[in-house]
Each structure stands twice: as structure tokens, then as C-alpha cells.
């Protein structure tokens, strides 16, 4: 058995080994950091493969065993209701609270929403807006994806987006002044597909900004 999570690992994997062996990656501690960035990126999937450079080369190994385990555990789910419904139309119903659940549930986690005591009405209804905006947000990171049938979750893109950050590069000068560069940092070719798929310029978002501190 195959999953969609496997065929694009597997693909990324492949596309890695083609790389190392054409020789565009030669140096040892190179490969060992593109390999780990790969593991990191489809960690899901990754804990059943054993990726190993050798030679020259990228053997991927599947372990077999631990695939039967995790697939052993894969259960049926029963859903109950007091309407008079076929089987198609509960689980349409049921698809979008599953989806709101997982969505609130990242926003009190990664995002920080967390439940927040207010003594003030204002604040509860801001607090209430901020959290239903993000979650709006969330879910139309997912609808762009999922139209282009990648079915991976926020966490796993989170994760994926995460390692882009913007980097300052600070210049002191002989005369005691003092130049800031901020910049982003080069996305590799997964994140850059990530930002076309949801429509993001990451060049024109992130635009290099210089600021001078006076002597």
C-alpha cells in the first residue's frame, strides 16, 4: 500500500538520489543535511523509511514490519444521529466539524489562541473576532491546497514554512553608524511551491529593508 504521503516523499527522495548521483551534491556533510531536511519535511512518512548515502548513491528502505504495525492500528470510525440520513450526506455534516475541531485545536496550540479570561465584554468579543478570523485564514490555506490535491495538514506545512525566516545582517561602519539589512532567506523548492500554490510572491511579501543607526 501506497499513500499520497508516500508517492511525494518517495518522489522527493528520488529527486535527491538523481541529484547526488549526477554529482551536483558531492561533499559528505552536504548530502547528510539535504537528507535531514528531507526526514524533517515528510516526518510523518519518513518513520517508515531508512534513507542511507553510500557510494555515491541514496538507497531508500522500507520497513515493511513497522508499515503492517501502523496499518494494524487503523480502525473504523461509527457515526450516530437521530436524522434520517444516508450514509454520503452525514459525512458531509460531519467533514467540516471534524475539520472546525482541527482548526481550533491548532489555534489554541501553534498559533496561540488559547481560552483568555476577560473581565471586559470588549475584550471577549476581540478576543472572539481575532480567533474566528484566523481560523478563516487556516482554512483557506487548506481549500487553496486541497485544490491542488495536496492534502497535508497546518502542522505539516507549519513545520515545512517554518525553516524561512528573515535574517538581518548588521554592517558597523568606520565612522560609528551602524547598517541593518533584512532579507529573507532562500526558500528551497518545496516552500517555493508551498507560496505558489496559495498565490504568494515570497519576493515582493518580503522585500529587503535597510535602516541606518546613527553613530
Not at 519535511?41 to 553510500?54: C, E, I
Not at 481560523?135 to 497546518?154: A, M, P, S
Request: hydrophobic letters at 35%.
Amino acid at each position: 500500500m501506497v499513500s499520497s504521503d508516500d508517492k511525494r516523499f518517495l518522489a522527493t527522495a528520488s529527486a535527491l538520489g538523481k541529484s547526488i548521483e549526477k554529482g551536483v551534491f558531492k561533499r559528505a556533510a552536504i548530502i547528510e543535511h539535504k537528507i535531514g531536511a528531507l526526514q524533517k519535511r515528510h516526518a510523518r512518512t519518513d518513520r517508515f523509511y531508512t534513507l542511507k548515502h553510500n557510494a555515491g548513491r541514496l538507497q531508500i528502505t522500507r520497513d515493511e514490519e513497522k508499515m503492517k504495525s501502523a496499518l494494524a492500528h487503523c480502525g473504523d470510525s461509527v457515526l450516530k444521529t437521530d436524522k434520517s440520513l444516508v450514509a454520503a450526506q452525514l459525512w458531509e455534516l460531519y467533514m467540516p466539524l471534524l475539520k472546525a475541531e482541527a482548526g481550533f485545536g491548532e489555534l489554541k496550540g501553534p498559533l496561540g489562541l488559547r481560552p483568555n479570561f476577560h473581565q471586559l465584554e470588549d475584550r471577549v468579543d476581540g478576543h472572539i473576532f481575532i480567533s474566528v478570523l484566523a481560523y478563516h485564514l487556516l482554512r483557506w490555506v487548506g481549500k487553496r491546497l486541497e485544490d491542488q490535491n495536496d492534502t497535508r495538514d497546518w502542522q505539516t506545512i507549519r513545520r515545512l514554512l517554518g525553516t524561512h525566516s528573515l535574517v538581518t545582517t548588521r554592517l558597523p561602519l568606520a565612522d560609528g553608524r551602524t547598517i541593518n539589512i533584512r532579507k529573507p532567506s532562500q526558500p528551497d523548492d518545496e516552500q517555493k511551491r508551498v507560496y505558489q500554490m496559495l498565490g504568494i510572491d515570497w519576493k515582493s511579501t518580503f522585500p529587503t529593508r535597510k535602516t541606518e543607526i546613527p553613530a
